[in-house]
């Protein structure tokens, strides 16, 4: 495996993470919090965007 490989998993999993932080504060109710987690999953899609968008 290589470095390309730990750094796609890495970013999934704050993707992951965003998402149940997401559907924890839908399902509490607590809306500050749920702008909180869809302000970090659209952050993680953002810093994804170079690691697969390879221009040459």
């Known amino acids: 495996m290589n470095e390309t490989f730990f750094i796609k ?6 993707v992951t993470s965003a998402i ?4 924890a504060a839908w399902r ?3 809306w500050l919090s749920l702008a ?3 302000a970090f999953l659209a952050a993680n899609a953002a810093f994804m ?3 697969y968008w390879h221009r040459k």
């Open 20 to 23: 149940f932080f997401v559907l």
């Open 49 to 51: 965007v170079p690691v």
């Open 36 to 38: 909180g987690g869809l």
């Open 28 to 30: 509490s109710g607590d």
């Open 9 to 14: 998993l890495g970013w999934w999993l704050f």
